[in-house]
């Protein structure tokens, strides 16, 4: 299993997911080949892509629960300043631009997207695990 290939699949299936659109991406139990299929795919489709038992789906985000415990977290280790603000900015809607505002003034946007990346990969590489898939890059 590819894990750059993975990472690009959960992308792929987590902004259709965040935009409406419909799409997937599932992975070959046998091959460990990526498949994504949406609307616009001009990739063939795998026949029983659906069977579980041949094809695992390949998770979102959202699955994972990378969400704003990891950027409290980030802001624990990176930005303990302002910590309480980044606290406060997850208790409203609109939380994600606050805290994208906060990373902006304190000079640490590119930091955060290094730190979330590297949680992706270390929960699809335990994705990975869970699935009996072993990982190459």
């Given at each position: 299993?590819?894990?750059?290939?993975?990472?690009?699949?959960?992308?792929f299936v987590?902004?259709?997911?965040?935009?409406?659109?419909?799409?997937?991406?599932?992975?070959?139990?046998?091959?460990?080949?990526?498949?994504?299929?949406?609307?616009?795919?001009?990739?063939?489709?795998?026949?029983?892509?659906?069977?579980?038992?041949?094809?695992?789906?390949?998770?979102?985000?959202?699955?994972?629960?990378?969400?704003?415990?990891?950027?409290?977290a980030f802001?624990?280790?990176?930005?303990?300043?302002?910590?309480?603000?980044?606290?406060?900015?997850?208790?409203?809607?609109?939380?994600?631009?606050?805290f994208r505002?906060?990373?902006?003034?304190?000079?640490?946007?590119?930091?955060?997207?290094?730190?979330?990346?590297?949680?992706?990969?270390?929960?699809?590489?335990?994705?990975?695990?869970?699935?009996?898939?072993?990982?190459?890059?």
């Amino acid at each position: 299993m590819n894990l750059d290939d993975l990472m690009l699949a959960c992308e792929f299936v987590s902004s259709g997911e965040s935009s409406g659109f419909d799409c997937g991406a599932y992975v070959d139990k046998t091959t460990g080949a990526v498949h994504m299929v949406g609307e616009g795919m001009e990739d063939e489709v795998p026949d029983h892509i659906d069977d579980l038992t041949l094809f695992a789906p390949v998770p979102r985000r959202r699955d994972m629960d990378l969400g704003s415990w990891l950027a409290i977290a980030f802001a624990a280790e990176h930005l303990a300043d302002r910590l309480d603000d980044v606290r406060q900015a997850f208790r409203r809607s609109g939380a994600y631009a606050k805290f994208r505002s906060i990373l902006m003034q304190a000079g640490q946007y590119e930091a955060w997207g290094a730190y979330e990346q590297a949680a992706l990969e270390r929960e699809l590489q335990r994705w990975c695990e869970a699935n009996d898939f072993v990982v190459v890059r």
